[in-house]
């Protein structure tokens, strides 16, 4: 099965500064990498996906994710935090086996302080 | 807002009780996906339904099932309940059913169980 971990629980970053929350994926054949973002009592949001095409992908609210596939990596970015960005997030590979559904990291609560 | 709705958003039993889940995806879209997400086992994906039939299974155990309904609605049924069985409980909706691992799913706010 296509899988994706999420090496780090907790990311901390100071507001201003750049982020970086770490995904690696497992797949056979072509991946499907998707990011998602999770606010405290809510659902998940869709920040951006890689299919094919440029390694730098943009997203919403300012983030992107750099696809690398000698690394099998597909890291969320954004060059300058807010303290708003303080979530859980989510990394996510679609998994033709499983009637394509997401399968997802254990999460990776990123807060950024003041 | 994403579209897809899910009711209630919260709920209280006991256990041993049964409970039934609602959700209404994103107009137009025809694939369900349920998922349930705890502190220890983290985004689970349990089942999916594409225009009414069953599509894909996961980590479902053999006292939950579901359904979807004409009307595209879906719902996912709870029995026997464990005090394990306390999670967040989300539906998602997508355009289509297979073929196309392109498109995002569109997730909806979530039912909290608690079973006590």
């Known amino acids: 099965a296509q899988s994706v971990a999420q090496p780090e629980d907790q990311v901390n970053v100071a507001e201003g500064n750049p982020l970086t929350v770490k995904c690696t994926y497992s797949v056979s054949g072509n991946p499907y990498l998707f990011w998602y973002v999770q606010y405290p009592n809510r659902g998940l949001q869709f920040l951006l996906k890689?299919?094919?095409?440029?390694?730098l992908v943009k997203g919403s609210y300012g983030f992107e994710a750099e696809f690398n596939k000698s690394q099998t990596s597909f890291h969320l970015k954004k060059p300058s935090a807010l303290v708003s960005d303080s979530a859980l997030y989510f990394c996510?590979?679609?998994?033709?086996?499983?009637?394509?559904?997401?399968?997802f990291g254990k999460g990776t609560s990123l807060l950024v302080t003041p | 807002d994403s579209g897809v709705t899910q009711t209630p958003k919260h709920l209280i039993t006991a256990t041993g009780q049964r409970v039934t889940l609602r959700c209404s995806p994103r107009?137009?879209?025809?694939?369900v996906y349920w998922y349930q997400q705890s502190l220890d086992q983290g985004l689970q994906f349990l089942i999916q339904?594409?225009?009414?039939?069953e599509r894909a299974k996961g980590n479902i155990l053999e006292r939950f099932s579901a359904q979807q309904f004409p009307d595209l609605h879906s719902e996912l049924n709870l029995s026997s309940l464990e005090l394990g069985d306390s999670a967040l409980y989300f539906c998602?909706?997508?355009?289509w059913g297979g073929g196309s691992l392109d498109t995002e799913a569109f997730f909806g706010q979530g039912t909290r169980l608690t079973v006590v």
């Open positions: 890689y299919i094919t095409g440029d390694n």
């Open positions: 996510a590979v679609r998994d033709g086996h499983s009637g394509y559904a997401l399968n």
């Open positions: 339904y594409y225009n009414g039939e």
């Open positions: 107009s137009g879209d025809l694939s």
């Open positions: 998602a909706s997508s355009p």
